[in-house]
Each structure stands twice: as structure tokens, then as C-alpha cells.
């Protein structure tokens, strides 16, 4: 068996949806030109041959590894020593999935380099990896998702001002080159080794590498966010609903609070179904309209006068428009959060300066409202 002395992979990966109802999935479409060279020795080294053995060459073939064959969405194309060639099913290789080219003109005995060259064509969905087994293999990734995720035991090299360009992410995708060596992983030997003993290697080598193709927000994980701050939503509404009766001296009842906080739990279940219909903004935005106008609307009559009712839901028009900022800055969303936070409590403390809380004790059903 004779590993590639050199490998470079320059892939592209043009990503896209497929659909059904109202779910999507992401696939991407990869396109690979591959070339390297072999060199083979005059000798092959073959375990367990001594003296008196007399060895009778095959057919030698070249194997190519894909996890899944039907991921192939044209026919491979393979050029050895300028020669094209043909490949067929299978890898010829015990556990080991993948096409092989016979290559029935090479017949042993002199040491010779061959240069090659592969075209191929691969669909999948989520990731891609690629197992190192060259002495030395370069892959550059080029792909239009603007969203990867770099995984695996090797990270792309980093850009510096000798390469500008091998891993640098982009509005319109991203760009990313990977270098390694045969002396920084143990891939080729394990597969050597489990090919030679026909032990099953189905390319869960450790030394893999490769990118995720994300999605770090959907409608289905920001309507999670937008949950998880559902609690947080249902608490500053009830703090403002104590504050009012506090300072006002109203009576509200515990079924008001009740019917107010579930106005707003069913916010998020209207954030949730609009947004399988419509953009997430758009969604979002009708949501928390149709809160805002119901508790406005029902807070007037509760909290005993209108201005009141649009006070209180100018209120929570702002606590909605904080929580969309939330979820659609991922990288600082605990530091809005955080800020957030700490100006409500500062706006109540300077509220409450002045209250009395010794005072505080049940109001008299007949005294008036104010």
C-alpha cells in the first residue's frame, strides 16, 4: 500500500435549502479537484516477506475513500501519470467504503513518481471532513455559508500578512486552508495498519478535520431564546404592577396578575407560529403588537385611566424592544442583558428613594383611587 506523498484538495461548497412544508434543511453541494503524486518504491514494503518468497503483482488499483457513496452526485473523474482512468464501486479495500480505478498498466520493479489529479462532485448535509492520510496535505475550502463552524483535530492556519487569505470570513461566506503533516497524526498509520489487517475503518479517525455548516439563529432556537427571558418578561411586569400599587394606592387583584402574565406567555406561543409563516422580524413585531395593545387596552380599566394603561404598555413596548436586541446580537447578549438589568433596578431604586416601606401595609377597600 503506498500513501500520497502529497495531496492538495481545493474544494468549494455551495450551500442551499431543501424544504418540505414548513421545515428546511441544509445541504451543500461540494466540488473538489484534487492533486498530488504517489511515489512508489522500487521494493514495496510488505509485511512478513523474507528470503525464498516469491511475490506475484496484482492488479494495482487506486482507492478513494467516501464515507458515503451516495453522496456522489457525478461520475469521479481520475487522471494517473497523464493517463485517464475509470473508477468503479467500491474501494477495494476490506472496511472501507469508497470508489477504486484499476491502473493495470504500473507493474513494479522501478521507482517512479506518479502525478494524479481527481475530480469529484459531492453533495451532503451539516459538515464535511477530510482525513489526513498524505505525507503532507493542503486543503483550501471556499464555501458561500456565512456561517462555519471549524471542528476536529486540526484548525485552519491563520491569516497573516505572508496569507491573507487562508481563513478569513466573509458577509458573502468564507475561506479556509488547512496544512498537516504525516508527522503530526497518526492517520495514516491506523489506516495502513487496519487496511493490512482487513479490520473495519469506516473513518472515525480522530484526526479528522473539517467544518460544521451552522445555523447560529433560526426562528426555532430564537423563539427558544426568547423563552428562556419568558420568566424575566412575566417578573418586571408584575414588579411594575407592585410598584403602581404601591405608589398609587391601587387594588389589583391577584386574578389581574394572572390574566397579565397570561397575555404574556402567549406572546411567545404567537412568536413561535408566526414565525413558521412569516420572517422572524415580521413575526416578532405582530406578536408583541397584539400583546402590547391587549394589556394597554385591559391596564386602562385596571389601573384607572388610560393614560396609565399606555404608560404601562409604553413599558413593555421597551422590554420587548430590549428583548429583540437580545436575540439577535448573539455575541453580546449577556453584556444588553447585564446593562439591562442593572438599569431597571437603578430605575426602581431612584423610584422607590422616598417610599416608606414601613408605611406599606393593606390599603383601606374605601379609600379612593388616585
Known amino acids: 500500500m503506498v500513501l500520497p506523498s502529497r495531496a492538495d484538495w481545493d474544494t ?33 514494503a510488505l509485511p ?9 503483482w496484482g492488479t494495482p488499483f487506486v482507492s478513494v475513500f467516501v464515507s458515503d457513496t451516495r453522496g456522489l452526485s457525478s461520475t469521479p473523474q481520475l487522471t494517473l501519470d497523464g493517463t485517464p482512468l475509470g473508477f468503479r464501486n467500491g474501494s477495494g479495500l ?36 477530510f482525513v489526513p492520510l498524505a505525507e503532507t496535505a493542503w486543503v483550501t475550502l471556499d464555501s458561500t455559508w456565512p456561517h462555519p463552524s471549524f471542528a476536529g483535530a486540526f484548525l485552519p492556519m491563520p491569516r497573516d500578512r ?75 411586569s408584575f414588579a411594575a404592577f407592585f410598584l403602581f400599587e404601591l405608589l398609587k394606592s391601587l387594588r389589583i387583584h391577584p386574578a389581574q396578575y394572572l390574566l397579565v402574565g397570561l397575555a404574556l406567555a402567549l406572546f411567545f406561543l404567537l412568536l413561535l407560529s408566526l414565525s413558521e409563516q412569516v420572517p422572524f422580524a415580521l413575526a416578532y413585531a405582530l406578536a408583541a403588537g397584539a400583546s402590547i395593545a391587549l394589556q394597554g387596552f385591559y391596564l386602562s380599566h385596571v389601573l384607572g385611566s388610560a393614560r396609565r394603561g399606555l404608560g404601562f404598555a409604553g413599558l413593555l413596548a421597551a422590554l420587548f424592544g430590549a428583548l429583540y436586541g ?7 447578549a449577556l453584556l444588553m442583558g447585564s446593562l439591562l438589568l442593572f438599569g431597571l433596578l437603578a430605575l426602581v431604586m431612584t423610584i422607590t428613594r422616598r417610599l416608606d416601606w414601613y408605611s406599606v401595609g393593606p390599603v383601606d377597600p374605601g379609600r379612593p383611587r388616585s
Open 326 to 332: 437580545l436575540l439577535i446580537n448573539e455575541d453580546t
Open 48 to 56: 512478513g516477506v523474507g528470503k525464498g518468497v516469491k511475490l506475484t
Open 94 to 129: 476490506a472496511g472501507l467504503d469508497g470508489i477504486h480505478a484499476d491502473a493495470a498498466g504500473l507493474a513494479p520493479g522501478t521507482a517512479r513518481a506518479l502525478p494524479f489529479s481527481i475530480g469529484l462532485s459531492v453533495r451532503g448535509t451539516e459538515a464535511v471532513d
Open 162 to 236: 505572508h496569507m491573507p487569505r487562508d481563513r478569513q470570513d466573509r458577509p458573502a461566506g468564507f475561506s479556509a486552508r488547512w496544512e498537516v503533516s504525516a508527522l503530526a497524526t497518526k492517520a495514516p498509520a491506523a489506516f495502513t495498519a487496519a487496511a493490512r489487517e482487513g479490520r473495519a475503518w469506516k473513518g472515525d479517525c480522530r484526526d479528522a478535520f473539517g467544518v460544521r455548516f451552522i445555523e447560529p439563529i433560526n426562528v426555532y432556537s430564537m423563539a427558544d431564546r426568547a423563552l428562556k427571558y419568558g420568566f424575566l418578561f412575566v417578573a418586571l
Open 12 to 44: 468549494n461548497a455551495a450551500t442551499d435549502f431543501k424544504r418540505r412544508g414548513l421545515f428546511k434543511a441544509l445541504v451543500y453541494d461540494l466540488k473538489a479537484s484534487i492533486a498530488g503524486r504517489f511515489e512508489v518504491p522500487t521494493r514495496p
